[in-house]
């Protein structure tokens, strides 16, 4: 296949631009605020949950190996739109999880329950009208991650 050359090499600033988040392993999240202003960016295997508060969200990451949290004034609505295709999904009406950081799903008498692979993280129901769209999500990643491993071995 030919080498294409980098944007780099041509000096064309616009497919810089573009080709800067093809490029870039690890996806990154940009999350805005309710005037559409860019106030949080992070890596999406950093970005643990997000719990809705009204017109806010808390957004629950690991930063230099910490849980920290940012609040951000958005509906957690407006969030679920803007990481469609991410790996992070509703799983209640007011929580979106990453089903990449889920370490145990169980199931008890009140529902089901989430287990992040953080010790410490707060444990996420999942309410019974989005079990049904997470259940297909998260089952179509473990599929996935085992399909993965066949193909490196």
Known sequence: AAKRKSSVESGDDDDMIGSI???IDPRIINLHDHNGIMR????ESDLYYII????????????????????????LKVIEKSLKGSS???????????????????SEREGFFIDLDYDGAAEIP??????????????????GKELDDINIK
């Open 21 to 23: 988040h093809q490029d």
């Open 40 to 43: 949080f960016s992070i890596k």
């Open 52 to 75: 809705s508060q009204d017109n806010y969200v808390r957004i629950h990451y690991l930063n230099n190996g910490e849980m920290s949290s940012y609040m951000l004034r958005c509906p």
């Open 88 to 106: 992070l999904i509703r799983c209640h009406r007011s929580y979106m999880v990453n089903i990449s950081r889920i370490k145990v799903l169980r």
């Open 126 to 143: 999942i309410s019974k009208s989005y079990s049904d769209t997470f259940m297909e999500h998260f089952s179509k990643k473990v599929a």
